[in-house]
């Protein structure tokens, strides 16, 4: 049983920074393709980033390129969101998900694993 638990998450003000942790467990952390992903109030849960199982293809959203940084650490099965430039905009309940041997998509339905999200919020 793969379990995903998501941390790091809180309040900031717009132009702050925040980084989120996954800590995966249960599976062969190396074999996955780890994604963000993030779902505002009344909104469908939309892609922020991945980075497929290997040490290439990395994939952000158009919101969140050049801010965002996605990372992953095999020793310790986590997989990190670094958050720079926060905007209010950015407010939302974040999850991390895993596929297995996938190469970092974009799709919610492509992964087979996720965590319970952590909450966001960035004010004005």
């Known amino acids: 049983q793969v379990q995903l638990v998501e941390s790091g998450g809180g309040l900031v003000q717009a132009g702050g920074s925040l980084t989120l942790s996954c800590d995966v467990s249960?599976?062969?952390?190396?074999?996955?393709?780890m994604g963000w992903f993030r779902q505002a109030p009344g909104k469908e849960r939309e892609f922020v980033a991945s980075?497929?199982?290997?040490?290439?293809?990395?994939y952000y959203a158009d919101s969140v390129k050049g801010r965002f940084t996605i990372s992953r650490d095999n020793a310790k099965n986590t997989v990190y969101l670094q958050m720079n430039s926060l905007k209010p905009e950015d407010t939302a309940v974040y999850y991390c998900?895993?596929?297995?041997?996938?190469?970092?998509?974009?799709?919610?339905?492509?992964?087979?694993?996720w965590g319970q999200g952590t909450q966001v919020t960035v004010s004005s």
């Open positions: 998900a895993a596929d297995h041997g996938g190469m970092g998509s974009k799709f919610t339905h492509d992964y087979d694993y």
């Open positions: 980075r497929a199982w290997s040490y290439g293809n990395i």
């Open positions: 249960g599976g062969t952390f190396s074999t996955y393709a």
